[in-house]
């Protein structure tokens, strides 16, 4: 009863570096986000996809890219990280777009530090 | 636009006193709501929602209803536990809107 599973779950990162989150879920839905959370903000959208093939930008995308590999799978990248992105990732899908009151799952969360 | 608004916390409550967090929104036409719980180290988990006016979403003893006339989606316990101490986050969607807009979050603290 997997869910949704991300890796890594902690990660240290020097600054310039670049890094992939994964996450795989295994319940066939179609949509997939990654969300970063940061104290005092709540959660906001990174990137999402609504079905395999499409990506789109959420709130706050500079600085990531994505990559829905198939239906499963949906890896964010940092490609030069900043410690502006230190923060906590989660993953999360949904059966449809969250729109018509779809529940929405998350993982557990990749802890993220860029020093 | 699309917006959530939750009291600030943390909230402090002793075992078995009532529990109320406050949640507005702002939204045109008619979004579905949701109060999610992320429990410490955890990700997210769905605890209620609601997906139209006057609805009562309801779990695990917590309810909240959705009252389009004050925009709110108050999130409700009649007594709390000490196992209820958490982060809980209103959200939102609505019709044609491909994510999910959330709260600050609010910390509940429950002692003995």
């Known amino acids: 009863n997997a869910g949704v599973t991300q890796t890594p779950k902690f990660q240290v990162l020097k600054t310039g570096q670049s890094m992939t989150l994964q996450c795989a879920q295994d319940?066939?839905?179609?949509?997939m986000y990654w969300y970063r959370q940061d104290p005092g903000m709540g959660l906001r959208l990174i990137y999402y996809s609504a079905s395999e093939g499409t990506t789109d930008k959420g709130e706050v995308p500079n600085g990531y890219n994505v990559s829905r590999l198939n239906k499963r799978e949906f890896s964010l990248r940092l490609e030069s990280a900043a410690p502006s992105q230190t923060s906590v990732y989660f993953c999360a899908s949904s059966e449809a777009g969250v729109h018509s009151g779809n529940t929405i799952y998350f993982g557990e969360g990749s802890w993220l530090t860029v020093v | 636009g699309n917006s959530v608004t939750q009291m600030e916390g943390p909230v402090t409550l002793s075992e078995e006193a009532f529990l109320t967090i406050n949640c507005t929104y702002t939204?045109?036409?008619?979004?579905?709501l949701f109060w999610y719980v992320q429990y410490p180290g955890e990700g997210l988990q769905l605890l209620l929602k609601a997906t139209k006016a006057d609805d009562k979403g309801s779990n695990k003893g917590f309810e909240a209803t959705y009252r389009k006339e004050t925009t709110s989606f108050h999130l409700e316990k009649g007594s709390v536990q000490v196992s209820d101490s958490a982060v809980y986050f209103c959200a939102l969607t609505n019709t044609g809107f491909q994510k999910l807009v959330f709260g600050t979050g609010t910390r509940l603290l429950v002692s003995p």
């Open positions: 939204a045109t036409g008619y979004p579905s």
């Open positions: 319940m066939n839905h179609n949509s």
